[in-house]
T-cell receptor, first 114, second 113 residues
Framework: DARVTQTPRHKVTEMGQEVTMRCQPI?????VFWYRQTMMQGLELLAY????????DSGMPKDRFSAEMPDATLATLKIQPSEPRDSAVYFC????????????FGPGTRLTVL | GENVEQHPSTLSVQEGDSAVIKCTYS??????FPWYKQELGKRPQLIID?????GEKKDQRIAVTLNKTAKHFSLHITETQPEDSAVYFC????????????FGKGTKLSVKP
């Protein structure tokens, strides 16, 4: 049963610290999405990649957030410096083919910034 | 860009009753409309989807309808059960573009035994 995996599942950190979240998409999937989920804003798209190239990161605060896909099996989302308002659940999702938009979500990383 | 509105934000029904969740979208070019279910503390999972060349799709107790003219689509759950309690998200996408989904804000469905 192929699934998207994410690490860590939970992260508590102090304001100003760097946070790195990792995602392993389903093998063979070439599109990777990063979402942030909060009670107030729901599911917000932060960035996404196709064939490891960033397609859109307009949903991401550029001054502190960065997303990369160093290889086909790893996507990273980094926050530096972190702030309390970044506290949320961050989901990664992957999709199989261009134009096929069914997305498979990972379990999420619950981030708490104190 | 696309904007998806979802109503209601919360919905409470008695077990066995039907539940209906409605979404509207703004981009007439959108042609793919999935619904995701998210149980408490879990990941969103696709439960049903519909493409713009179809007006209705059914899968057991779940059905989705699409009105392209009015730009709205709905999720219908019949004979609700307590395990249907979850947050449901609608989304819209233009598969001809980059393929990203724009989600509604979600509906928290509670099914009371």
């Amino acid at each position: 049963d192929a699934r998207v995996t994410q690490t860590p599942r939970h992260k508590v950190t102090e304001m100003g610290q760097e946070v790195t979240m990792r995602c392993q998409p389903i093998l063979g999937h070439n599109t990777v999405f990063w979402y942030r989920q909060t009670m107030m804003q729901g599911l917000e798209l932060l960035a996404y990649f196709r064939n490891r190239a960033p397609l859109d990161d307009s949903g991401m605060p550029k001054d502190r957030f960065s997303a990369e896909m160093p290889d086909a099996t790893l996507a990273t989302l980094k926050i530096q410096p972190s702030e309390p308002r970044d506290s949320a659940v961050y989901f990664c999702a992957s999709g199989p083919l261009p134009g096929v938009v069914e997305q498979f979500f990972g379990p999420g990383t619950r981030l708490t910034v104190l | 860009g696309e904007n998806v509105e979802q109503h209601p934000s919360t919905l409470s029904v008695q077990e066995g009753d039907s539940a209906v969740i409605k979404c509207t979208y703004s981009d007439s070019a959108s042609n793919y409309f999935p619904w995701y279910k998210q149980e408490l503390g879990k990941r969103p999972q696709l439960i049903i989807d519909i493409r713009s060349n179809v007006g209705e799709k059914k899968d057991q107790r779940i059905a989705v309808t699409l009105n392209k003219t009015a730009k709205h689509f709905s999720l219908h759950i019949t004979e609700t059960q307590p395990e249907d309690s979850a947050v449901y998200f609608c989304a819209a996408s233009n598969q001809g573009s980059q393929g990203n989904l724009i989600f509604g804000k979600g509906t928290k469905l509670s099914v009371k035994p």
